[in-house]
Each structure stands twice: as structure tokens, then as C-alpha cells.
Nanobody, 122 residues
């Protein structure tokens, strides 16, 4: 049973930065591709970023490219999302996930964290 626990969310002003963290337990972290998703209020959950098990390749939705960075530390079973130049449009619940690549060019989710709230004021 894989467990994921996010932290680092909060209330910030536009232009500020936040660093989200996700600690994974109950599995072999170094075998997993990891991802971050977000769900703005009233909208569907969407893919944000992913990192392969080696840490050698990363993927981002266009709206966060150049502002967000996903990274992982396999020795600490932890994945991070560094979020810079935050915008009000980034306001959402952010979820950590164990993911797999799909034949359709996207990602499927094996396990979800509980989510952490990020609120960006204008």
C-alpha cells in the first residue's frame, strides 16, 4: 500500500514562490514515475508535471513551463514542485501521484496523495 503525503501549500501573493513536497512510503520509490496534478475550484483535475523514475526526464503542462520545476530525491523518497512567479490562475489543490505513461501520450495515476491547497492572491 503506497502512501503519499503532500506539504508546503499556503496563501501567497502573485509573484511569490512556493515549494511543495511529497513523501512516499509503502513502496519502492525509485521504481515509480511521479507526477503533480492540480484542481482549481470548479474545474477538472489537470496534469501539471511529471518526472521519470531516474529523474532524467521531466514533463510540464504549457501553462507552467519556465515557472515550475519538478525534482526528486530518491534517497529521501521525496518529490518536489518548485513554483515561481505564481499567478492567481495557479490557485488549486495540488496532488502528488504515482503515475504511468500511457499509449495516448499522457499519464495514468496509480496512487494519489491527499492534496495541499495553494492560494495565490492578486
Amino acid at each position: 500500500q503506497v502512501q503519499l503525503v503532500e506539504s508546503g501549500g499556503g496563501l501567497v501573493q502573485a509573484g511569490d514562490s512556493l515549494r511543495l513536497s511529497c513523501v512516499v512510503s509503502g513502496g519502492t520509490f525509485s521504481d515509480y514515475h511521479m507526477g503533480w496534478y492540480r484542481q482549481p475550484p470548479g474545474k477538472n483535475r489537470e496534469f501539471v508535471a511529471a518526472i521519470v523514475w531516474t529523474g532524467g526526464r521531466t514533463f510540464y503542462v504549457d501553462s507552467v513551463k519556465g515557472r515550475f520545476t519538478i525534482s526528486r530525491d530518491n534517497a529521501k523518497n521525496t518529490v518536489h514542485l518548485q513554483m515561481n512567479s505564481l499567478k492567481p490562475e495557479d490557485t488549486a489543490v495540488y496532488y502528488c501521484a504515482v503515475v504511468r505513461s500511457t499509449a495516448l501520450g499522457g499519464w495514468s495515476v496509480d496512487s494519489w496523495g491527499q492534496g495541499t491547497q495553494v492560494t495565490v492572491s492578486s
